[in-house]
């Protein structure tokens, strides 16, 4: 009696390829949710232009909206690791280290999916609320970055309040971007981006920053002492 050799199944694919093929499908859907709208664009459609089945989609993502989630985990992930390089710790105003210019490669094939995409939050509720759902994941990255620089063996009430802020700050910032009108920035998008974060960063430090005891200006109407 002879044993049958068992088939060798299919090679099991690494996380890298993976990920490129995610990447690879966001961009089409990106490409057709801006271009039809997301609701007139459906799974089938995503596939067939990335060149993938609909099984292999499905795969992927679990629901249609979600196959625009690679790009923007990925612009908020380099958001939050450009934070920390350059003193996320620091954020309660602290200078931090001026970084290059990004190049125009940067801006082109970086910058400009992201916004074209955060563009479609104002239109989309669908992709709005992914949006919203990547940047609640990166809140606990930063206040676990900030955690460890602090000695902090879990993020404190401090902590979480300034990560918090600070990826309010993130978040605002590539939105008040995006939405300007394109040909008003100076400078690549990339480098545009850049500015916009710092802006925003330093003006959650300057929040952050004031004392407790500070009298607060009396609001109009407000009675007189």
Known sequence: MTTATPRPGRPRRSAAALAAERRRVAREALRLFAQ???????????ARAAGVSVRTFWRLFPRKEDAVRPLLEDGVVALAADVRARGLA??????????????PSDAASDAEPIRTLVRLTRTEPAVRGVWLDVHDGAESVLADALAASRGEAVPGLGTR?????ANAALRVAVEE????????????????????VDEALRLAADALGRRADETPEAAPGSPAD
Do not use: Y
Request: net charge negative; no cysteine.
């Open 161 to 165: 309040t300034t990560a918090a802020v």
């Open 36 to 46: 039809d709208g997301v609701a007139a664009t459906s799974a089938d459609d995503v």
């Open 90 to 103: 620091g954020l309660l105003g602290a200078a931090t280290p001026a970084r290059p210019e990004p190049g």
């Open 177 to 196: 971007w995006a939405w300007q009108e394109t040909g008003t920035e100076s400078g690549a998008p990339a480098a545009s981006l850049a500015r916009r």
